[in-house]
């Protein structure tokens, strides 16, 4: 898989983990994604930021996640609005 298709699932992979959860301020994908195995789908690892608190994740392109452990609950009224995302190349952007 080419480094553009890899970011592109990344930046999939976010917006679709941060439309399933509120709260996440920050995404951090810490090596490039692929597939585990004869047809696995397409899965990256990042760091989740949600609270305060740093969350080890495997991220898809579509919602179905894994995360170390549970996730807070974060309010409607203390959710940010933007989240920082960074790729695996050190790239980053803010997602709103």
Same mark, same amino acid.
């Given at each position: 898989?080419?480094?553009?298709?890899?970011?592109?699932?990344?930046?999939?992979?976010?917006?679709?983990?941060?439309?399933?959860?509120?709260?996440?301020?920050?995404?951090?994908?810490?090596?490039?994604?692929?597939?585990?195995?004869?047809? +696995? $789908?397409? *899965? !990256?690892?990042?760091?989740?930021?949600? #609270?305060?608190? @740093?969350?080890?994740?495997?991220?898809?392109v579509?919602?179905?996640?894994g995360?170390?452990?549970?996730?807070?609950?974060?309010?409607?009224?203390d +959710? $940010?609005? *933007? !989240?920082?995302?960074?790729?695996?190349? #050190?790239?980053? @952007?803010?997602?709103?």
């Open positions: 898989m080419n480094k553009a298709t890899n970011l592109a699932n990344q930046r999939k992979a976010a917006v679709a983990f941060i439309g399933d959860k509120r709260g996440v301020q920050e995404i951090a994908f810490t090596r490039e994604g692929g597939r585990s195995g004869f047809g +696995a $789908p397409w *899965a !990256v690892n990042a760091v989740i930021t949600m #609270g305060g608190h @740093e969350y080890q994740a495997i991220l898809g579509t919602s179905g996640s995360v170390s452990e549970p996730l807070p609950i974060i309010g409607v009224e +959710a $940010p609005t *933007a !989240v920082s995302v960074t790729y695996s190349d #050190g790239s980053s @952007e803010v997602i709103e």
